[in-house]
């Protein structure tokens, strides 16, 4: 498992992991051990939520990518980091890239972005990495890529205190706005935004989609 610069060579299809606003790639550790036991190849990606747009982040994005020697390429989103991959791969495309989960990613624009955005102290928590949330964004990408949709329904964390919006969801993204248009499939689990990036069942989920294409039912 990689937590900096991507090397080596490998047979392993690898699994790239994006943390989300505020966080460091650190706390996709223990969702990546677990995938790391699958056999996957994992690599962290970090950036700055806060100090660099999405499109600069995803540019790094590509970057990284590109130095993974890998046959085959998964990526794994949470919140604004599912927003920023699929950035990255709209705007530079892998071939490479098979499937992709985004867990609790805003992909249809972010209510609680809205609220925070409204305020001077919001604007400050938002910076620059989240603002393009306010509206949804485009984030097409290559039909051939495989996307599936995890949501939580759990509402419980700072985003549900800050910024509390009506609706089903993880306390700080709204399970229909991780609704994304070319999801091959999509699943809500009972667990709150930055909860299940610890779960078990998150994992097996995450797991079962990289090996068939689907969520475990």
Do not use: C, K
Not at 1 to 12: I, K, L
Not at 48 to 61: E, H, K, T
Not at 159 to 166: D, G, K
Not at 194 to 214: I, K, N, T, W
């Amino acid at each position: 498992m990689s937590a900096g610069t991507p090397g080596g060579a490998s047979a392993r299809e690898a699994v790239v992991l994006l943390h989300g606003l505020w966080m460091n790639r650190f706390i996709m550790l223990p969702l990546a051990r677990r995938l790391a036991a699958q056999g996957y190849a994992t690599h962290l990606f970090g950036y700055p939520s806060l100090a660099r747009d999405i499109d600069a982040n995803a540019a790094s994005l590509a970057r990284f990518l590109g130095a993974i020697e890998a046959p085959a390429l998964h990526l794994v989103g949470h919140s604004l980091g599912g927003v920023t991959l699929l950035a990255s791969l709209q705007a530079r495309p892998d071939p490479r890239v098979r499937r992709v989960v985004l867990l609790g990613a805003p992909v249809r624009g972010a209510a609680a972005v809205r609220r925070l955005l409204a305020t001077a102290w919001g604007r400050a928590l938002v910076g620059s990495g989240a603002r393009r949330l306010a509206a949804p964004p485009s984030l097409e990408v290559d039909p051939r890529i495989e996307i599936g949709t995890l949501a939580g329904t759990r509402r419980l964390g700072m985003a549900a205190m800050l910024a509390p919006v009506a609706g089903a969801g993880d306390g700080a993204v709204l399970v229909e706005e991780t609704r994304h248009p070319q999801a091959r499939d999509a699943i809500a689990l009972r667990v709150s935004h930055s909860g299940m990036l610890f779960s078990p069942e998150v994992a097996r989920q995450v797991a079962h989609f990289l090996q068939d294409g689907r969520f475990a039912r």
